[in-house]
């Protein structure tokens, strides 16, 4: 933790460069004061979202206080603290709410100050899903995956944006003093950028005060629910190309072992037509919780379209997923090569995979943005000054 008294403003830092994660306790931009806030900010501020605790109804003394772990800011009978995580997948933090006696309502609010990400909430699972196998575990029904807005580009030597995901915030742990706990409900109105938490009445009328409140927000890349595709299968993600030569495809394997995967990407060219650009190299299937990498077998040049990223097996395969409302194809297939085009149909289902493409960046003449940045704005390249890089990814 970095704590700057005179500002009011305290940081946690994770991850390195290319994958670093900000958390800003208080307001950046009123640093008179200690504010019941916290940003989170991730690839050096590209994308950002500010929750701040609603005080409304909060009277008395604002004050705060540090013990070198957790930050704690009190305003009469409300309190809030936070705190880092490491017992959540990928880490986290706390954003507690202290109450020490009934509230007057049995809500809890949050201002939401979001730039280019999309908050998607993880409804129960659908009976098909149920169906098929896949678990939601407890605090993700009800939580929202948040992502970046625009597609983001893994290029080799550039930030490590993988899926686009940028933290998950899980469904509110609500906790009495005698240890009687309950789930809060989460809502969140985009229009007005307000996130309210609903706490059961009746539970809250029978609750040992104080009770904490404790939304959770994990840093984790990686989807929060666990799905399969069956042997035999080829499952593909509907994502947007980048200009360039993609050189490998990666994707979050869940646990099983056994059997062969491989990975492939196809041009859409049309609702039910696919054809295939390019292949990767087959392996065994991992059984550890990480991301399996498999290079093209011969690298495809690829360009700002939209393609396919599919996974083929001969064994069933775990793998995670968010509801986020993506495009997916699916084809049964004995396992074997793939077929030089795909005609099954689409798939207008919200399941997306943790599953990403990286390429190597394009000839600079095809290459007019970055991130959706004009080339003349840019003044650095993974912080070097622009004037200072002879070449990226061997071209000069």
Request: with cysteine; aromatic share 12%.
């Amino acid at each position: 933790m970095l704590h700057n008294k005179h500002k009011k403003i305290y940081h946690f830092t994770k991850g390195k460069v290319k994958d670093r994660i900000n958390i800003v306790i208080g307001n950046e931009k009123d640093k008179t004061k200690l504010h019941p806030s916290a940003k989170i900010k991730r690839w050096d501020g590209e994308v950002s979202s500010e929750i701040t605790l609603i005080t409304d109804n909060a009277k008395g003394k604002e004050s705060y206080s540090d013990d070198g772990n957790v930050v704690t800011w009190e305003k009469g009978n409300l309190k809030a603290k936070f705190y880092q995580r490491y017992d959540v997948e990928g880490g986290g933090f706390e954003f507690e709410v202290h109450l020490p006696e009934r509230p007057e309502t049995n809500q809890i609010q949050f201002k939401v100050d979001t730039m280019g990400l999309n908050w998607y909430y993880q409804p129960p699972l659908t009976q098909q899903e149920i169906n098929e196998g896949a678990v939601r575990p407890d605090n993700v029904v009800g939580s929202y995956a948040v992502y970046a807005k625009s597609p983001k580009a893994n290029y080799v030597g550039g930030k490590e944006y993988k899926t686009g995901k940028v933290f998950h915030v899980y469904r509110p742990h609500i906790v009495d003093k005698l240890g009687k706990k309950t789930w809060g409900v989460f809502s969140l109105d985009k229009r007005k950028g307000i996130l309210t938490i609903t706490i059961d009445n009746d539970w809250l009328n029978n609750a040992a005060y104080p009770i904490i409140v404790d939304p959770t927000f994990g840093y984790t890349s990686v989807g929060a629910t666990m799905g399969y595709l069956p042997n035999n299968y080829i499952r593909g993600v509907l994502h947007t190309g980048a200009t360039g030569t993609a050189t490998s495809i990666s994707l979050y394997n869940y646990g099983y072992s056994g059997g062969f995967i491989k990975f492939a990407l196809y041009e859409r060219i049309s609702s039910n037509n696919r054809s295939l650009v390019g292949y990767t190299s087959e392996a065994i299937i991992t059984s550890k919780h990480e991301f399996q990498t498999l290079n093209f077998v011969s690298n495809p040049a690829i360009s700002g379209v939209d393609y396919f990223i599919s996974a083929f097996c001969n064994s069933t395969l775990s793998m995670v997923y968010d509801s986020v409302g993506c495009t997916l194809s699916n084809k049964a297939l004995s396992y074997g090569a793939f077929p030089s085009s795909d005609t099954s149909s689409e798939l207008g289902e919200s399941l997306y995979y943790s599953l990403y493409t990286t390429y190597t960046v394009g000839s600079s003449s095809d290459i007019k943005t970055i991130n959706e940045l004009a080339k003349a704005d840019i003044k650095t390249v993974n912080e070097l000054a622009l004037a200072s890089v002879k070449s990226v990814n061997a071209l000069e």
